[in-house]
């Protein structure tokens, strides 16, 4: 098993920043990528950024691309998103997942407890 906690959300005008993290723990040897998703009342969790484990490959959304960063300390095990210019539609809850990667919720069986990150117009 997989452990996830992240923190960091909450709210914040437009334009601001906010960093989440994700903690990762237990038996993380079979983990190949952290991917952050967010998700919206009514809406399926959507792909936001991911980083591999060693933290040499990046990926992000187009929506997110420019404006959020991830990346990960490799002594804690924990990733990190830092997300900035911050607009009232990034509003949803957030949660990091852990697997062998894609992009689509589906394909990751382990799961933080999300964070609710609001941006204010």
């Known amino acids: 098993q997989v452990q996830l906690v992240e923190s960091g959300g909450g709210l914040v005008e437009a334009g601001g920043s906010l960093r989440l993290s994700c903690a990762a723990s237990?038996?993380?040897?079979?983990?190949?990528?952290i991917t952050w998703f967010r998700q919206t009342p009514g809406k399926e969790r959507k792909f936001v950024a991911t980083?591999?484990?060693?933290?040499?490959?990046?990926y992000y959304g187009d929506s997110v691309k420019g404006r959020f960063t991830i990346s990960r300390d490799n002594a804690k095990n924990t990733m990190f998103l830092q997300m900035n210019s911050l607009k009232p539609e990034d509003t949803a809850v957030y949660y990091c997942?852990?697997?062998?990667?894609?992009?689509?919720?589906?394909?990751?069986?382990?799961w933080g407890q999300g964070t609710q990150v609001t941006v204010s117009s």
């Open positions: 237990g038996r993380t040897f079979g983990v190949s990528y």
């Open positions: 997942a852990a697997g062998l990667g894609g992009v689509v919720a589906a394909e990751y069986n382990y």
């Open positions: 980083i591999s484990w060693s933290g040499a490959t990046t």
